[in-house]
C-alpha cells in the first residue's frame, strides 16, 4: 500500500464526526492495483447460514446464489491475513459473491490481478463488481476520469460483469448543469465498459439526494437518473444511505416536504439497479444522519419489505445482486457472519 493510501486510511479509521466524510476518505485509501497475497489460515470454525427449517415456512426472501459481501468490510482482514483465507471465511458463511474496494492487500504482500481471479474462482466466490475512484487531481490516478483503459483492463482481466466509482458526481459543483456534465462523463465511461461487455455503475451515499444549488426544487440524484443513459449507466443503491438521505432530505431548503421512499426508485427502474449493498442502521433522530449504523440484522431498514419488493417483479428474481456492507463493523467476521444469517433467515411470509 502507498504511503498516500496508508495515510488516508489511518485518517479514517480514527475518531471523526461525519460518518459519511469518514466512508468516502477510507474507501478512497483502499483504491489501487496493488495488492496481497495469502497468509496464515484463520483458527476455529463458523456458523453456517440459517436452513430454512430454522428460518421458518415461505419461500427465502433472499435469491439463490446473489448473495455478496463488499471487501471493504473485511479490510483489516484482507491485509492482514490475505484474500485465500478470507475468501474461505466467506464461504463458510454462505457467501456467493465478493465485490472490491481495489485489489490491495497492504502488508500480506503482492498478488496479480490472475491470481485473485483463481482464488475468487477456487473458493466459490463469483467476484460482481470493484469501486475505483470517478477523478483525481493527479494525471496519474487509478480512476475513471485519469485512466479509464487501466481501469477497465484490470476489470476485465478479473472477469467483472460490472465497473463502478462510489465516488459522488459533485466533481463540478452542486448545480443541475455542473450534474448534467458528470452525467456526460458517465456516459462516457458506460460506453466504454459497455463496448467491453460490462456495466458501469454509480454507489450513492445520502447527499446525491440534497437538492441543486440554483434549483432548489430539483433532487439531484433525480438529475443523475434523468441525464444519464440508461443503456449505459446503471446504479448500485447504498439502501442505507438512501435511508440516510430520506431521513436528510424529505425537506427542501425553504422547508416545505419533500418525502421520497427509496424502494420507489428501484421498483420503477429495476432494471437500473443490478447491485445494491445491504447495510443496516438503529433509527436515531438525535443524530445528524438519522441511523447509527450497525450489522445487517441489528437495525431498523427492513430488508424483507426491500428485497423481497425487487425480487418479486416479474424476472427479477435472479436480476439483482445483493452486497452485504458495513463500514466500520466492530469485528469484521462476526459482522459478515450475522449479516449472512440474518439474510438467509428471511422468508416470505405465507
Known sequence: MSRSSRTAFTAVTSKNDDPELTHRLSRRGMLGVAAGATAAALLGTAATPATAAEAGRGRPVLPPGRLGIQLYSLRDKVSTLGFAPVFAELK????????????TQGSAGPITL???KRLARDHGLNPIGSHVGYYSSDPNAYTFAQNLNKVLDDAQ???LKHIGTASNPFR????VDAWKRAAEEFNTYGAAARARGMKFYQHNHSEEFSFATDKPK????????AETDPKLVYLEMDIYWAYVGQFRFSKRVDGTPAPFEPLNYVLKRPDRYPLFHVKDGVSDPSNPFGYQMTDVGDGDIDYQRFISGVTRLKGHRLAHHWQAE????????????????HLHSLREKC
Open 92 to 103: 463458510k458463511y454462505g457467501y456467493d459473491e465478493v465485490e472490491f474496494a481495489g485489489y
Open 114 to 116: 490472475a491470481q485473485l
Open 157 to 159: 482481466a478479473l472477469g
Open 172 to 175: 463540478y459543483g452542486s448545480t
Open 218 to 225: 430539483v433532487r439531484l440524484y433525480d438529475v443523475l437518473l
Open 326 to 341: 458495513h463500514d466500520n463493523p466492530t469485528e469484521s467476521f462476526t459482522f459478515a457472519r450475522r449479516s449472512s444469517e
